[in-house]
């Protein structure tokens, strides 16, 4: 593929429909609220169309897998024979049937929950053994957890009815001007990196990697 | 190495199955002999439930983007249930669902069938609330409904919108007066609060997972009124609309999973200092 094609090409669109969708945003002019409307739901319908690409991949892989009777390849038929199930129930009866609603809700419910599940089992295992009170920060930390956590579970006011205002002032005050401070550096980040985008300085959103630029 | 030591040493390296075994007991003990303690109401519940209660006035359009996940359903599922159903309880509202996960449509009519959420007899489809169907691309489907909520062209059951008569008179987010979103992903309040709250300055409320309340502390109250997390919170807001369920009936068990694992973090602490600093040897 020519470098037009794979590098000029998008990102001289990505400038276009980032800098109307810019001023769209500061400045109301009705021919580029025309445009930024369009390509907003140019937006979704792209990422509609990922989604079957991600569908095509992922039969793509393990079709690939099947064929060359790769590793685990049984798991792949049923990922496929899944698939196709699925696929198939919701195209002809709709997702809104109660046949598409049985099967997502015997199969893909249950076995997200217990994923879950098992998650929350590991994290609990893993909080009691990695949680060491080394230093300051780290008790500092352990307190803090213990004094919103036992804030909103019922035990805790039981214990002393003033873990909840503690809590609550943790919640509202610390917790509230770290995470601020997280969040307004991110967002100076992320108004840098999209300008960056925007005037093609950084081409990694393209997929291309800073030593071609 | 003494034998106190290695006793010590033993804690400190407590077996997972123990840990395991322990949690498990304790869900079951409490499930089997409920002990009812007092629920405390956190300030950011008592913030949602006031503004409900405050913007959900007759006449108005409310969207609730529901975005329970099957995996976390009963995580935040029954605090979004009982939001909805505080939501659904106010008369003369319009209230449009929205759904920006593909699984989300299939949830909402899974807390109807649970009866985790009960929607009113009087409450009418088409007439007083109309289910979207799922639309992908997060930040870009919350802008494109923000602009125009006519993008669906059709309800989730495949009715064009010009044929459901509650969407005569809404045509964009400037129509709406209030959003409660239910959420366990980052990637959807983030977008929810950008694109919708921010943007067209609505009140807006949440329901997120309890480990995300305090990243989504910044936002509360200012461009989010009020917002619950997890079991606690969705227990809380059963109790403030006097329709105790799921969440309550868990709160033991919560509230004994989270006194064991603290118990044990310090007894591992405790364990391993000992160990190290020989303590116990005479």
Sequence with gaps: MSILMRKNLPQALTAIVGFILVVDYYFKINEIRLLSDTFTLYGTIIAAFALMLGAFSVARIQILNIIKKGKEWYLSVLLLGTMILFISTGLSLGTTSSIYKTMYNTIITIISTHSWTLVGAATFTAAIRVFRVKSIESTLLFLAAMLVTFATVPIGTWINPEFKTIGDWIMSIPTVAGNRGFIITAAIGGIVLSFRTLIGKEKRALGVELTES | ????????????????????????????????????????????????????????????????????????????????????????????????????????????????????????????????????????????????????????????????????????????????????????????????????AQTYNIPFGWCLSAPMLPTYMPYVPSQAFGAIGGVPGGAQYELLIKKPGNAVSYSDSVSLIILLSFLMMVIVNISEFMSKTGGGES
């Design chain 2, 1 to 196: 190495m003494s034998k106190n030591n290695r006793i010590w040493k033993k804690i400190s390296k407590l077996d997972d199955r123990i840990i395991l075994a322990l949690l498990f007991g304790s869900v079951i003990v409490t499930q089997i002999f409920p002990v009812g303690l007092p629920l405390p109401i956190m300030d950011t519940t008592k913030w949602l439930y006031d503004g409900i209660e405050k913007y959900a006035s007759p006449g108005s359009v409310i969207i609730i983007d529901n975005e329970v996940s099957p995996g976390l359903l009963y995580e935040n599922g029954q605090g979004s249930a009982a939001v909805m159903t505080h939501i659904f309880r106010k008369p003369g509202i319009k209230i449009i669902i929205t759904h920006f996960t593909p699984e989300s449509p299939i949830m909402f009519s899974k807390l109807v069938d649970l009866k985790w959420l009960n929607i009113p007899d009087d409450k009418k489809y088409g007439e007083d609330y109309i289910l979207m169907p799922y639309l992908p691309g997060i930040e870009t489907a919350y802008a494109a409904v923000a602009k125009d909520l006519w993008i669906y062209e059709k309800d989730l059951y495949g009715t064009p919108l010009k044929d459901i008569p509650m969407m005569n008179e809404i045509k964009t987010l400037a129509d709406v007066d209030l959003i409660f979103q239910t959420t366990i992903s980052g990637g959807h309040a983030d977008a929810a609060i950008r694109q919708w």
